[in-house]
């Protein structure tokens, strides 16, 4: 995650990248009080490491399973219930700015198995898919909370005191 807090006064500008695929290219401005609800629903449920969900045997298998499960393509009933056990495992539900991304973070152990896809207009585009540490993912997410509920807080701050919320003055970017 990648914040450009300077740009909007009112919406947080965040770019978001999964395996090195920029996610969100069309629109990386959140409403803040989203974005922070949507971080700490994320980090409820990867704070704690969880066994792999069932029917996962690589990421993007995973990932193939649980799109089709989405996009009702699922062809026999195993792989149907494999993919929607999979989905509930969805990543980046974050509002309009991730409508066209669909992800999926994969818990298994002290590893979080990242897959997405991006989607636009002429259909499934770009995909990415990458393993992390369970704790560097926790961390990132933490280190996001903080930025955004510190920007939030500012700027309802220069809000309610009448001001223009892009003149408080902020602290270092964060991750």
Known sequence: MEFHVEQDPGLLCVDLFVGGLHVNTWDNA???PLLVKKLKDELGRFRTPTAPPAGFVSPLEAFRLAE???????????????????ARWRFLDWGEC?????AFAFPDGDRVHLACRVHGDAGPQASAVAS?????????????????????SCRLAAMKAGGDPGDVRRGADGP
């Open 30 to 32: 959140f409403y803040p």
């Open 68 to 86: 089709d499960w989405m996009y009702d393509e699922a062809v026999t009933e195993t792989a149907a219930e494999a993919g929607a056990e999979l």
């Open 98 to 102: 991730t409508d066209y991304v669909l």
């Open 132 to 152: 992390v540490s369970r704790t560097s993912f926790v961390e990132t997410l933490e280190r996001s909370l903080v930025v955004a509920e510190r920007e939030w």
